[in-house]
């Protein structure tokens, strides 16, 4: 079990600028407190991630689905899961409050073959959601820390 | 400068076709990546009726068309349901709960949970699953006062049924959305997403997003 704590480090706008986040062989929990600057930017077409990736291997490897429960308090929650990440996420970013804290948690499956410990990092990603336009567009993401499942990190 | 005005010109044709050419996306829908992501459950933007009006009417087309198609559906209720409610309104519709969408009415705690055998039984391994992390929270995250307050109510019996994801003829998704009790049946149907995909070969995603009847985050 290791606790991790980021270093000090000038945040995109998007990422919540406090958090902590724990992880274990089935479940991925995330809190998170954004400042004004962020809520304030933060328009009807954008959407947040905390995303949980393997630094080393897949994330796949590790676990092999969601589990059956999740749940939390982010604006239009969602989670997700594909061979390269878990992911807790909110379709309406644009509804927090600053300064307040939101979270959100999904139980997982874990991969028959996932090891007793594992590194991940954490990415925050902005998705742009320009809904009707016909082709992608850019969107954005940072590194918020590197821990060790079963394990948390807190910046 | 001729030839420029030419070649401005033959450019801008030649957007305005690639525009028109390119399949549009609706309003729900975007590409992430690889990916085409499309909300179901509730408008991304713009107005509850409209958005209500527009995918009853397209459910009711499809019904037309091909009522036997079994597709999966999220049926948004109008108000908050005990579990007992849910599976009493699943059976009499006859169709499949896949997941069930809780809530804890006025706060902005919500979250779901896969049914394997009944609404009740979901919402009892939910809670159970939420007050465990809860618990676990409270020694390792004790800042999140707000988890500690939602885990309480939910342990004083206060998660409520708000929306079930199911699966079932197109033409019983078509009568459920008129039923008593029923804001919306969101079919896992969007036309113009779905030919975006398979025309680039990108994967589909449907995010599920229910509207909350107290109008909950």
Known sequence: MTFVSAPAYAWDWYTPHDGYTFADEDYYYLRGVWSSTSVDKYSWWDAWEGELRGTSQAISAYYSGLGSSWGGSFPGRYREYDSNDVMLGMASPHLMSANTTYYAYTYTTPSSGQPGSFSVLLESELCYDYGGLPDPVPRDWETITTFTIPGSASW | ?217
Request: hydrophobic share 45%.
């Open chain 2, 1 to 217: 400068m001729r030839r420029f005005l030419l070649a401005a010109c033959v450019l801008g044709l030649a957007i305005v076709v690639w525009m028109v050419w390119q399949p549009s996306l609706s309003a729900n829908s975007r590409v992430e990546g690889e990916k085409v992501v499309v909300y179901v459950g509730g408008p991304v933007t713009g107005s509850v009726i409209d958005y209500v009006t527009g995918r009853t009417s397209v459910l009711k087309e499809l019904a037309a068309r091909e009522p036997d198609r079994v597709l999966d559906a999220i049926i948004v209720l109008d108000r908050f349901v005990s579990p007992r409610d849910a599976d009493a309104m699943t059976a009499q519709w006859a169709v499949q709960p896949r997941e069930v969408y809780l809530a804890l009415p006025g706060e902005d705690y919500s979250g779901g949970t896969l049914v394997e055998s009944s609404v009740q039984n979901a919402c009892q391994a939910h809670l159970r699953d939420f007050l465990a992390m809860a618990e676990e929270m409270a020694l390792r995250d004790p800042e999140n006062e707000e988890l500690q307050r939602h885990a309480e109510l939910a342990r004083k019996g206060g998660l409520k049924v708000y929306a079930v994801q199911v699966r079932g003829p197109v033409a019983q998704l078509a009568l459920i959305a008129e039923a008593d009790g029923v804001l919306l049946v969101d079919s896992f149907y969007d036309a113009k997403a779905q030919n975006y995909a398979a025309r680039r070969g990108l994967a589909l995603t449907w995010r599920v997003v229910p509207l909350r009847p107290d109008g909950g985050p």
